[in-house]
């Protein structure tokens, strides 16, 4: 198989279309070379392709993509991904066959899965639609070099590319043969599209489709999660919540510096590569009394403690917090939410004033005082809670959600015909 070497070429597209028209580098078909579409009745077979999946990472796209593969009006759901480092294997997740591919281990945010661009096309041929959860440049360069013409394309683009300025431009004729190659393009909400650059060119097949999830799980709770929410409360009556991957547009050195002023305590949830960092800057601050770092937990855990919590803090600093599905999850727990007015969907989804206290992000001195104020405020706090509560179950339920992706399926296969031979 020949090598791309980007440094070396002129134009990176260029290569990457050199190798589509390399016959060594195509694969076989299953067992014939005819890809016309057949009426075979059953379910429609759809394939969801992303960086990473469960259970190697959690997050707001694989919980987007888990209750997509779940939904049973629709069941012939399966995933692609890579490994986050180590080798392929095929398990069950809910009940959802996953195909994670070898991994080398990650380079800005992305797989190094050299298998991922084959192991796609071949799972893509035997589709009858194909999501791209985007961003993820290894599924724009397969669809660019393999897939067929007779197969439906969704892009669900749930955050622009906001970093990377050198290798963005490298990849960016990748992205755009992707996006033109879609039949729609899914945002959750109309904003996306406004501001990105890459959106601009196909308004006419984008759609804003709000995310949902299965919030039931989060509003109740089960008899042996009482104890530990009591254990809880009683240890930290003035609990705050923050959970994601500890990474830099999260925003979490934010919510430690914010702390020195907070008479409460944090735990954050989550994982990743500044933990050792924000460990540090909690013990040079002399706040290790008032931040705690759980690592990754159970989804029952996360529950217990959000149900034991006063307020879910949410410092996300940049573009690339597009939505941010966990504070949905939080205000189904009737928690509410203090966030910053980010340029996108993240201040719509919990709204100052209503469901949700907005502050600047980056400033740690606003986030403090929001904080106080809610901690300080039970009424208040308790307001905007209940106010969270009833607008995530009126706008962010899960059977709204699938059933407006069914119909959207249902525009795709329009287009390219229903059933495919395998």
């Keep these: 198989m020949p090598t791309l070497n980007p440094t070396k070429n002129k134009n990176f597209f260029d290569s990457l279309l050199a190798l589509r028209r390399k016959a060594d580098y195509r694969l076989p078909l299953d067992k014939t070379e005819n890809h016309r579409k057949t009426t075979v009745a059953g379910p429609l077979r759809v394939l969801h392709a992303y960086k990473i999946y469960r259970p190697d990472i959690e997050g707001g796209i694989p919980a987007i993509m888990s209750t997509l593969a779940q939904d049973h009006a629709t069941n012939g759901h399966r995933i692609i991904c890579a490994r986050e480092r180590g080798c392929g294997r095929r398990v069950l997740v809910d009940g959802v066959p996953v195909h994670a591919v070898t991994s080398l281990g990650t380079k800005l ?112 709770t089960q008899e042996d999660d009482r104890a530990e929410i009591e254990a809880l409360r009683r240890q930290h009556p003035r609990l705050i919540v923050s959970l994601g991957r500890l990474v830099a547009y999260k925003g979490f050195d934010v919510l430690v510096k914010a702390m020195k002023d907070v008479d409460g305590h944090a735990l954050i949830i989550g994982e990743g590569p500044l933990r050792a960092e924000l460990s540090r800057s909690v013990a ?79 400033n740690p001195t606003a986030f403090a005082k929001a904080l106080n104020r809610l901690l300080d405020d039970p009424s208040l706090a308790e307001e905007l809670g209940q106010a969270g509560k009833v607008r995530a179950f009126a706008e962010y339920e899960q059977t709204v959600f699938q059933q407006r992706l069914a119909a959207i399926y249902a525009e795709v296969v329009a287009i390219h015909g229903r059933g495919r031979s395998a």
């Design 109 to 220: 945010s992305t797989p190094m899965a050299p298998g991922y661009i084959p192991a796609f096309i071949s799972r893509a041929r035997k589709a009858d639609i194909v999501i791209h959860h985007a961003p993820f440049p290894l599924t724009d360069a397969a669809v660019v070099l393999g897939l067929p013409a007779d197969v439906g394309l969704i892009v669900y683009w749930h955050a622009e590319i906001v970093r990377y300025g050198a290798m963005l431009k490298l990849l960016s004729p990748l992205i755009r043969r992707a996006l033109a190659r879609a039949d729609r393009i899914l945002v959750s909400n109309e904003a996306i599209v406004e501001r990105s650059a890459f959106l601009q060119p196909h308004v006419a097949k984008c759609v804003a489709v709000p995310y949902g999830i299965d919030l039931a799980y989060w509003r109740t």
């Design 284 to 362: 040079e601050l002399g706040i290790t009394d008032r931040v705690s770092f759980t690592g990754r937990l159970e989804r029952k855990r996360i529950r217990q403690i959000m149900h034991a919590a006063r307020i879910f803090a949410f410092p996300s600093v940049s573009e690339a917090e597009a939505f941010g599905i966990v504070q949905v999850e939080a205000m189904a727990t009737g928690l509410p939410v203090v966030n910053t007015s980010l340029p996108t969907t993240v201040p719509i989804v919990a709204r100052h004033e209503r469901e949700a206290l907005t502050v600047p992000p980056c």
